[in-house]
C-alpha cells in the first residue's frame, strides 16, 4: 500500500535526519514528507467518511423498506404512501385477494 511505503521511506529519512544537524536537507525532507502524511491521513479520513456515510445512507433506506410477506420483493415506495400498512406488493396482494374471494 501507498501508506506503508511512506513510512518506509519516513524511516529513511529519519535514520539520515538522525546524523544530520537542525536546518538541514535532511530536516527539510523531513517537513516535506510530515505534510505529505497529513496529506495521506486527510484522504484517508475523507475515503473512511465516504465509506460510513454509503453505510448510513443504506441503513436508512433499509429501514423504510417494507419486503412483500409472499415473494419477498422490496414493496416499491410509491405503493407504500398510497397503503402504508401494505404487507405484500401489488401483484401478490392481487393473487392473494382472488385466492381469498368465493368466485
Ligand atoms: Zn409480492
Do not use: W
Not at 527539510?28 to 473512511?48: I, N
Not at 445512507?57 to 433499509?62: G, K
Amino acid at each position: 500500500m501507498k501508506i506503508n511505503g511512506q513510512f518506509t521511506q519516513l524511516s529513511r529519512i529519519t535514520v539520515k535526519l538522525a546524523s544530520q544537524s537542525h536546518r538541514s536537507r535532511g530536516y527539510r525532507e523531513m517537513e516535506r514528507f510530515a505534510d505529505e502524511l497529513d496529506l495521506a491521513q486527510y484522504q484517508t479520513d475523507l475515503m473512511t467518511m465516504s465509506a460510513i456515510t454509503a453505510i448510513r445512507r443504506q441503513f436508512e433506506a433499509d429501514a423504510g423498506r417494507k419486503d412483500c410477506r409472499d415473494c419477498g420483493a422490496p414493496i416499491p415506495q410509491a405503493r407504500l404512501q398510497h397503503v402504508p400498512r401494505a404487507h405484500r406488493c401489488t401483484l401478490c396482494q392481487e393473487r392473494h385477494e382472488r385466492r381469498s374471494s368465493p368466485h
